[in-house]
């Protein structure tokens, strides 16, 4: 496991820079225009704001200097899921997801894609390993899943899913590509929500497609230019915003999750702790290698369910809410929207917060749990 690669992201911070003519602006213009003018034979680089938009085009070159791909940006990951389903799969063909990962994407598939010939087969994150890929045509992965934080083996996923002819697809939003790059590892398709640590700030939906594949990125703009499912220029700008400080959050971030992980280890009222960096964690030989970084989710699982909303509302530094990677550290026991984990378990999403001074509230309050 290295460190990400700081050029990349160095690189991101100035992927405007050299475009740049005098007197423009620093930061990325908001471009709030539905038609641009487009007299004569049309030929304008932008003619009509479903098709393209200056916002877009910052941002997306941003994220595509940190996928090191070509990226397509969505009103939400769930937009950007949507996308890679309708663009790449067709009547008859077959579709292996995680029966434990994230809800909305098996509940998008059984409900709109079943129904249009398109066989949905599910399988449990850990069992990808041992699952025959043959006959697929498209495996989608997420790992660490969520919420439960399992691992599976990327490359090996890659790998087995080229020889049988399927494309692989990754959704990478718990990591980001500074904790994992599915793509270095084989991987055809990220997607991912960039409403988390992405923008991080809690104040505006988003999510990308990526891939350094052109013929696989074709079909997902020409979804989103017929379909209309385009993202706001002014979320754009505020996620491209978000972006510039992402590094800066994410290290802070992790390494309190890290430092967080290995302190509730110790904590007598905790039962277990999820968390790929410990050396405990069943991911963790997996997670060393393909991971650069062991991400800013911990799961906490506690004694019960009363254990676990007492820990969320008594600590006056974490927002009891549901998404995660924001700034502010927040928390929720996801057996309340019947995910399949312990009544006890709290997903913890570290924030910003100095990590001295969020550990003495959190301990303060596992203290009270006796
Ligand atoms: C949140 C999330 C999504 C959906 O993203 P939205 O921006 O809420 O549409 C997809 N996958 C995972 C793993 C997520 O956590």
Redesign the pocket.
């Known amino acids: 496991m290295d460190q990400w690669d700081d050029t990349i992201v160095a690189r991101m911070l100035h992927h405007r820079t050299e475009s740049l003519l005098p007197g423009d602006p620093v930061a990325a213009r908001l471009m709030l225009a539905s038609s641009y003018f487009l007299p004569g034979t049309p030929q304008a680089m932008h003619q009509y704001g479903r098709w393209s938009n200056p916002t877009w085009d910052a941002l997306e070159g941003a994220l595509g200097v940190l996928e090191a791909a070509q990226v397509a940006i969505f009103p939400?990951?769930?937009?950007?899921?949507a996308s890679v389903f309708m663009a790449h799969l067709k009547s008859g063909d077959r579709l292996l997801l995680p029966s434990d990962?994230?809800y909305?994407?098996r509940v998008l598939a059984e409900k709109y894609l079943e129904p249009h010939g398109i066989k949905v087969e599910l399988c449990s994150t850990l069992d990808y390993t041992s699952r025959d890929f043959a006959g697929l045509r498209m495996v989608y992965v997420?790992t660490p899943?969520?919420p439960s934080l399992d691992i599976c083996d990327l490359a090996d996923i890659a790998a087995r899913a080229k020889q049988a002819g399927a494309l692989m697809v990754c959704?990478n939003?718990?990591m980001t590509p500074l904790g994992q790059r599915p793509l270095d590892l084989g991987a055809d398709i990220v997607?991912?929500?960039?409403?988390?640590a992405i923008n991080g700030h809690s104040d505006a939906?988003?999510?990308h497609v990526a891939t350094r594949d052109a013929a696989l990125l074709d079909p997902i703009l020409d979804w989103r230019k017929l379909v209309g499912a385009i993202p706001g220029p002014f979320e754009a700008w505020l996620v491209h915003r978000g972006l510039e400080s992402f590094e800066v959050r994410y290290e802070r971030m992790s390494t309190t999750a890290a430092v967080l992980a290995d302190r509730f280890s110790a904590h007598r009222v905790v039962k277990s702790v999820t968390y790929p960096g410990l050396a405990s964690d069943p991911g963790h030989d997996i997670a060393k290698r393909q991971m650069t970084n062991f991400g800013t989710l911990v799961g906490v699982t506690l004694a019960d369910a009363t254990a676990a909303e007492r820990f969320i509302t008594d600590a006056s530094l974490i927002v009891a809410s549901t998404?995660?990677g924001g700034v502010h550290t927040s928390a929720e026991r996801r057996a309340r929207w019947g995910d399949k984990v312990a009544e006890g378990y709290v997903r913890l999403s570290v924030g910003c917060e100095p990590t001295e001074a969020l550990w003495r509230e959190l301990n303060r309050v596992l203290d009270e749990l006796n």
């Open positions: 939400s990951g769930m937009a950007a899921v990962g994230y909305t994407s997420e899943s969520n959704d939003t718990t997607v991912a929500s960039d409403t988390k939906l988003m999510g998404s995660f």
